[in-house]
């Protein structure tokens, strides 16, 4: 491996601006990930009130 091949794997510990971050953040909550992940909610509700007094651990 090259040094220009090892410097461009390193990764960059600066932080982007706020902005950056907004903006990637409203794409997120755009994507079919996001649809998806927040669709399961009520899924995910259900089986914890179901689970409440469970004993789950021994």
Request: aromatic share 6%; hydrophobic share 30%; net charge positive.
């Amino acid at each position: 491996m090259t040094t220009s091949q090892e410097s461009s794997r390193k990764i960059s510990l600066e932080m982007k601006s706020e902005v950056h971050y907004k903006k990637a953040a409203k794409s997120y909550r755009k994507s079919q990930q996001y649809i998806k992940m927040i669709n399961l909610y009520p899924t995910l509700q259900n089986t914890l009130i179901e689970c409440k007094d469970e004993n789950l651990i021994e």
